[in-house]
Nanobody, 125 residues
């Protein structure tokens, strides 16, 4: 089992920045990658960014490229999401997720076995 706890959400004006954290505990060594997803009201959960524990390789959704940065601290088993130039359409509940390998691509929810409780991000215009 892997436990995930997110923090860092809040209310920010458009153009502002927030930094989310996701602390992992438990059998973290069984996970190969950590990702961030988000879900706006009435919409499906969507992929935001992913990072591999082993080599730090990252991948981003087109909508957040050059604005968001995912990073990791292996010693702390923590993943971060630095969000800059925030837009109202970035509003939603942000979830971190951990996988256990498998054949699904990194961008789909089905790859991930463990999820955090979510943290609300609200961007006002």
């Amino acid at each position: 089992q892997v436990q995930l706890v997110e923090s860092g959400g809040g209310l920010v004006q458009a153009g502002g920045s927030l930094r989310l954290s996701c602390a992992a505990s438990g059998r973290v060594f069984s996970s190969s990658a950590m990702a961030w997803f988000r879900q706006a009201p009435g919409k499906e959960r969507e992929f935001v960014a992913v990072i591999r524990w082993s080599d730090g390789t990252t991948y981003y959704a087109d909508s957040v490229k050059r604005r968001f940065t995912i990073s990791r601290d292996n010693a702390k088993n923590t993943v971060y999401l630095q969000m800059n130039s925030l837009k109202p359409e970035d509003t939603g509940v942000y979830y971190c997720a951990a996988d256990q390998g498998g054949s699904y691509v990194y961008t789909v929810t089905a790859r991930y076995n463990y999820w955090g409780q979510g943290t609300q991000v609200t961007v006002s215009s």
